[in-house]
Each structure stands twice: as C-alpha cells, then as structure tokens.
C-alpha cells in the first residue's frame, strides 16, 4: 500500500527540520510528503522543499483543521493517508512501520494513531498528562467499546494517525469548520461504519506542551464549544466526566510518588481552570463572540465568523 505523508505547517521550521530528518531514516518510506504550508515567514517553505516535500501553500486566514486536512487529502496520492504535525519527533526508526501496520495487516482498521511521550522540555505536569492519555499497552477499539470506555472510544490524534484512505472517503474526510476536533469527528463517523481504530503503541513521538494557567483554561474553553457543537458525538458515546476524576487522582498519585509536593496544588488550580473553561464553552452561545474569543486559543476561528449559533448580542 502506497503511503502519504500529510503536514500543515505554520512558521515551524525549528521542529519540522528535526522531524523531516527522522523521517528520512525510516524502515518503510513514505510515497510522498505533502506540506500545507499558511503563510510562514520564516523558512518553513525552504526547509521542506529541502527534504523533497511538496508544498502546497494557503493564505492563513484560509487554514481550518478539518478543511484544509479534506483537501491535503484529497490531493494526496496514498493508499495510506498518515497526518502529522510539524511539532512532533519520531522516537525510533520504526514509528511510521508500526503506525501504519494495523492497516497494512487489517483489512477492517480504518485508522490508527500512535503514542505521544511527553517531549524534552515537558513539566511533570504535561508529562503526567501524556502519560495518561497515551498508555503503554495498543489496543483495538469498535464502536461496541463505547459502552465501557464512553467518549474515550474517539479519543485519537492527528498529530500521529494514519487513515485508510477508502475508509475516510467513505465518511466525506474531515467535517470543516469545527474550531478542532475533526480527528474525533473522523473517528466517531468511522467506528458508526462498521470500521476498527487502532491505538498502536509502539509508534511512538515525543510531543506535548507546557501551558500555562491561562492556556490551560482557553484550552478546555475550545473543548467545551467543540462538544456543544458536536452533541451527537457525546449523544452515540458519551461524556468525559469520568475521565477527568480519573484524570485528577491518578495526577494526584503522579505527584505524591514522585515527592513533588509543591506541585500538587499548581496541579489542582489546573484542574479548576480545566473544568471551570470546559462548562464555560459549554454555554458559549450565550457569550457576546468579541468575549469568546477572547477566552479562546483558536481566535482567528471567531474572527472568521465560524459560529452558527447566536452571539449572544454582542
């Protein structure tokens, strides 16, 4: 099966260098590397056409998550449609043989997606949450498993998956004009089809990030205005409410057995700021969109007009 790397790329030639190198030591090669590239003024552009990518560049006001990955896709020449972010770093020569393999072998794995370590630079805090989110142990998930792991069964990543591309075709590619979230949206309409996801394990990337208090709140804010707008997703697998107490205890037990006691409440205010952005966005039609934006880390989606709903008189 032919394979197709896609990365959207936005002033990131730091870390898109280190992750073009690592993929040019692979065990399975990629067909092509195709980068959409939104008007970097660095040397983003220089740096991927250096290492035989080619790039396809939009207008930046032009970018939106599922749409501008829809149309990469479509462009895309793969049996094997692998999406990565510029940000990420392969752990081992293997990561993109591993990632892919369960489609390769599988005819009924529509996608896969693959372990993200907490990188270099992470706080205990970022590396517990990578920890969490990525366990050790790969797995097959079905559209049965939502009754035992809830909204987790579609908890996947397009920083490191691989899709079928036939699969994805089936389903449309990714829904356009979410504020993020199409990943979850793919796998939700993949496992309704009849079609398996995979968490492979062994593919492995170091990749996180070291928000701040702020951050952390507009983050779940963006989580809250993508479950609200995505209710069937919540209504077909459920709510996260237990995952985040399972989220909570277990950080908690991280940092005890590490003797990180100072941490421990820096952790908890997290936690409030978490839940407290999440019910925020939640209930963000009744926000005036100047205020919601604001509390967002996805501005220019507001500033786009990409809301449907009322904006609250504002």
Same mark, same amino acid.
């Given at each position: 099966?032919?394979?197709?790397?896609?990365?959207?790329?936005?002033?990131?030639?730091?870390?898109? /260098?280190?992750?073009?190198? &690592?993929?040019?030591?692979?065990?399975?090669?990629?067909?092509?590397?195709?980068?959409?590239?939104?008007?970097?003024?660095?040397?983003?552009?220089?740096?991927?056409?250096?290492?035989?990518?080619?790039?396809?560049?939009?207008?930046?006001?032009?970018?939106?998550?599922?749409?501008? /990955?829809?149309?990469?896709?479509?462009?895309?020449?793969?049996?094997?449609?692998?999406?990565?972010?510029?940000?990420?770093?392969?752990?081992?020569?293997?990561?993109?043989?591993?990632?892919?393999?369960?489609i390769r072998t599988s005819n009924d794995v529509s996608m896969s997606y693959g372990r993200q370590l907490p990188s270099f630079q992470a706080t205990e805090i970022a590396a517990h949450l990578r920890n969490f989110n990525y366990p050790s142990e790969s797995r097959v998930k079905t559209y049965d498993d939502r009754k035992q792991l809830g909204f987790e069964t579609v908890f996947v990543s397009n920083s490191c998956a691989a899709y079928r591309r036939s699969s994805l075709a089936e389903i449309g590619f990714f829904? &356009?004009?979410?504020?993020?979230?199409?990943?979850?949206?793919?796998?939700?309409?993949?496992?309704?089809?009849?079609?398996?996801?995979?968490?492979?394990?062994?593919?492995?990337?170091?990749?996180?990030?070291?928000?701040?208090?702020?951050?952390?709140?507009?983050?779940?804010?963006?989580?809250?205005?993508?479950?609200?707008?995505?209710?069937?997703?919540?209504?077909?697998?459920?709510?996260?409410?237990? /995952?985040?107490?399972?989220?909570?205890?277990? =950080?908690?037990?991280?940092?005890?057995?590490?003797?990180?006691?100072?941490?421990?409440?820096?952790?908890?205010?997290?936690? =409030?700021?978490?839940?407290? =952005?999440?019910?925020?966005?939640?209930?963000?039609?009744?926000?005036?969109?100047?205020?919601?934006?604001?509390?967002?880390?996805?501005?220019?989606?507001?500033?786009?007009?990409?809301?449907?709903?009322?904006?609250?008189? =504002?």
């Open positions: 099966m032919s394979i197709s790397i896609i990365i959207p790329t936005r002033n990131g030639s730091g870390t898109l /260098r280190e992750l073009l190198a &690592a993929l040019t030591i692979q065990s399975l090669q990629a067909d092509e590397i195709l980068v959409i590239d939104s008007d970097s003024d660095d040397d983003t552009v220089e740096t991927a056409t250096g290492y035989g990518a080619v790039v396809h560049s939009i207008e930046l006001d032009s970018f939106d998550h599922g749409g501008t /990955r829809t149309m990469a896709a479509r462009m895309a020449q793969g049996d094997v449609l692998v999406f990565l972010t510029q940000d990420v770093l392969p752990k081992s020569p293997t990561m993109l043989e591993k990632l892919t393999a369960p829904e &356009a004009d979410l504020i993020f979230g199409e990943d979850s949206c793919a796998a939700g309409r993949l496992l309704e089809n009849g079609g398996k996801i995979a968490y492979a394990a062994e593919a492995a990337v170091y990749h996180s990030h070291n928000y701040s208090w702020s951050e952390e709140f507009c983050r779940y804010f963006d989580i809250g205005v993508f479950h609200d707008s995505q209710k069937w997703l919540l209504d077909s697998f459920g709510g996260a409410g237990g /995952r985040g107490l399972d989220y909570t205890q277990s =950080g908690l037990t991280y940092l005890w057995r590490r003797r990180s006691y100072r941490m421990i409440g820096d952790f908890m205010v997290r936690v =409030g700021l978490k839940f407290c =952005g999440y019910r925020l966005g939640r209930t963000h039609r009744l926000l005036p969109i100047r205020l919601a934006a604001k509390l967002s880390m996805n501005q220019g989606w507001w500033e786009n007009n990409r809301v449907t709903a009322s904006d609250g008189g =504002g």
